[in-house]
Nanobody
Framework: QVQLVESGGGLVPPGGSLRLSCATS????????MSWYRQAPGKERELVAA????????NYADAVKGRFTISRDNVEATVYLQMNSLKFEDTAVYYC???????????WGQGTQVTVSS
């Protein structure tokens, strides 16, 4: 049974930091690209950051470059998103995604709310 369980969301003032975690089970973690997406009210879901399997390669949306850092622990099968210098426009539900590139398969977490507010 595949599970992706996000945690770490919450309310933070502008300029603050949060660290999201996504603990996974039920699939071969190292075979999957792990990503964080977000969806703000009235907007489409967008890619925030991705961490490729075992290569260490990461990719970021322009809006978060220099502020967010994605990392993955291939032993604990967990992916993290460190978010610094948070802005109002970072407010969204953040989703963890696991994607297998060969014979494509997508798994999603349930989402965790991040609210940046003063």
């Amino acid at each position: 049974q595949v599970q992706l369980v996000e945690s770490g969301g919450g309310l933070v003032p502008p300029g603050g930091s949060l660290r999201l975690s996504c603990a996974t089970s039920g699939f071969t973690f190292t075979n999957y690209v792990m990503s964080w997406y977000r969806q703000a009210p009235g907007k489409e879901r967008e890619l925030v950051a991705a961490a490729f399997t075992t290569s260490g390669i990461t990719n970021y949306a322009d809006a978060v470059k220099g502020r967010f850092t994605i990392s993955r622990d291939n032993v604990e099968a967990t992916v993290y998103l460190q978010m610094n210098s948070l802005k109002f426009e970072d407010t969204a539900v953040y989703y963890c995604n696991a994607r297998r590139l060969i014979k494509p398969v997508d798994y999603w977490g349930q989402g965790t709310q991040v609210t940046v507010s003063s």
